[in-house]
């Protein structure tokens, strides 16, 4: 495989993504968003931050159940969109441009970096975030992220799970994304999409993104939590259930501020 470097992701980089993102991603986010709810009910969290918020799901999906919850991005195009969906339901919720790396928004009893959101980062930015998310939670305070697992990705060629071709209709507007992964020993993984967006029976509009993100194994996150100020007090899968090193693809973390 061709070496390839990693750099964190610019402000810019959901641009493409930002106009079509919900109506790809938003029926994904269910699940995860109802295991967070359930780890913030069990630690009785009243207050969340989401660091990497996008365009809302899970501040509006925990600010729709009672917790006070505020969301902070680094695109501004995925912000707007938040903020028109509060608009447009009536929601009082505050939505603000920031980088995890270095926002300073309170204090707050749990921060959420949410959908591999720390994979955009270089392992030294993860450290810099770590410590920012650390400045922003009370004593005790809880931060819960996620992201794939490296071994499991590793194993047997299993990356290709990642492969998806997913189709969307929206009245007559029909939108498809098509993407396929690499990685390798170091945990680079590099993401190649297509994007067709096409109404009615109009010559469909194509546009390409690439990505790269760094994952990590159980045993690696562990290290970086606690050597920044983290105890872990579970690493699990999205859906809560136990995880396992070599079957599950994505880890949730809930580590604890010390």
């Not at 938003?26 to 660091?51: A, R, V």
């Not at 450290?127 to 819960?144: Q, S, T, V």
């Not at 994952?215 to 396992?244: M, P, W």
Request: with cysteine; net charge positive.
């Amino acid at each position: 495989m061709k070496n390839i470097t990693h750099h964190s992701a610019k402000p810019w980089h959901y641009n493409k993504e930002s106009g079509h993102y919900d109506q790809i991603n938003e029926k994904n986010s269910i699940q995860i968003n109802q295991t967070i709810e359930q780890i913030l009910k069990k630690y009785k969290i009243e207050t969340t931050l989401d660091l990497t918020c996008g365009t809302g799901s899970q501040v509006f999906w925990l600010a729709k159940r009672g917790f006070h919850a505020i969301g902070y991005d680094i695109n501004a195009k995925m912000l707007s969109i938040a903020k028109s969906k509060a608009k447009k339901e009536k929601l009082n919720i505050k939505f603000r441009k920031g980088d995890m790396r270095i926002t300073k928004a309170g204090h707050f009893d749990a921060v959420l970096t949410i959908f591999n959101a720390i994979g955009h980062l270089t392992k030294r930015d993860f450290e810099k975030a770590m410590r920012n998310i650390h400045a922003n939670l009370n004593p005790d305070g809880l931060y819960i992220f996620d992201i794939f697992n490296l071994n499991f990705l590793l194993k047997d060629d299993t990356i290709t799970k990642l492969t998806i071709d997913i189709q969307k209709r929206m009245g007559n507007k029909t939108i498809r994304e098509i993407q396929y992964s690499t990685i390798n020993k170091n945990g680079i993984l590099a993401s190649y999409d297509i994007y067709h967006k096409q109404i009615g029976d109009g010559k469909p509009k194509i546009d390409q993104a690439f990505q790269i993100l760094q994952v990590y194994n159980a045993k690696q996150l562990k290290e970086i939590l606690h050597r920044n100020g983290f105890k872990v007090l579970k690493q699990c899968n999205i859906d809560g259930s136990t995880f396992n090193d070599k079957k599950s693809e994505r880890i949730l973390v809930i580590a604890k501020k010390q």
